[in-house]
């Protein structure tokens, strides 16, 4: 007779991570500006007068978590979608919830980065009449047309994600026995903390001395990278094996805060030290923390944030919306406000907070309870609290 597994439950702790991830980028497109770290092509924008290195610390310590563990929580719902629902709704669900919008955005966001960029680079420059000049390349059809994913890079990457999982799930469904081997021996390394951290990080390790770099470099050319896939294809794929291990996830409590105290010891040491130690020791370093603070982030949202909370909900829903749309204004801002004789962190924060109030003021008119949100999120929402608790309390 056959069984139909249960449900998984509504995980908040992942569903409220996977948001903070996200939206964390608002404040590391804005700190990257006004850091001392020179990052070429991939953010060619700095402030020519106001930089500080308490941004670069900022920047890096995000930059190295912030990403692996999207593509962690990304692979676990992805699973959960072609384990509790089936494959086909599984990639029905991520055409139209990442496919469509990475389309539609890409061409809609694209005249506003280039016009922002535009502008704030000028600005630095000196350049005199600074609108007129942006605005004479926009009479051309080519500057609407974009030639990069820009911050939508990990869309991009995750339909490849999607489709590859999905091939690699069909396969090891006709393949029951290597697959149970895999799941048993995964299980065995996620019940012990220190043999997981270890594992994970030599892998991460042997990939960084493959590619010969300290730490991936982030790829927004139409042309995928090899890297830059194998790198973030670790994360996904972990993240896929962990809900065919989900009865563990409480196992991330242990130790949660011992790892991210030390991963955050570990990325601030090597940080301000990069120029004295070698290439081989900062790969090991950085193999190790983003595993360190990878693991301590899940199970510190797993402790302190697996209860509903009808405000961590509806900042859930608003994140798709406010990564899609902040990059505009980290980007324009820093040019409005080139002239403030004020330190860089300050900027920072005040450039932060202007982001976050269009962006979230912009989801909750414009977006939540329209078919904005349902492009985006599947449904629209009504944009009062006390139905976010009601609508919560028919998930099971």
Known sequence: MKTTPP???RLHSLDSLRAIMMMLGLVIHTAITYDTIEHGAEWPLKDPNYTHESMSWLFWFIHIFRMPVFFIISGFFGALLFYDKSPKIMLKNRIKRVLFPLVVFLFLLWPFILFAYDYTRMTFAGVENVLNEVLKDFSKISTYLPNNTFHL????????????????????????????????????ILNNHMLRVIIFSVITLCILIFMNQTWVDTSTSFNPDFNTFIFYFLFYMFGWLLFKSKHLLNSFMKHDI????????????????????????????????????????IGLFIRYGSKHSSQMRYISDASYWVYLLHVVFTIFFPGIIAEFNIPAPLKVL?????????????YHFLVRATFIGKFLNGRKYTRRLTDIKKAEELII
């Not at 005040?350 to 912009?362: D, E, M, P, Q, R």
């Open 7 to 9: 449900k998984t439950e």
């Open 153 to 188: 890079w990990f869309l991009y990457y995750l339909m490849f994600f999607v489709v590859v999982s999905f091939g690699l799930g069909i396969l090891m469904r006709k393949f029951q026995n290597i697959s149970s081997k895999i799941n048993s021996f995964f299980n065995q």
């Open 258 to 297: 011992l790892s991210t105290i030390l991963g955050t010891v570990i990325v601030t040491a090597t940080h301000f030290y990069k120029d004295v130690i070698g290439d081989e020791l900062l790969m090991a370093s950085n193999a190790l923390t983003v595993w360190l603070l990878s693991f301590g982030m």
């Open 350 to 362: 005040i450039i932060c907070s202007l982001t976050t109030i269009i962006c979230f003021v912009s």
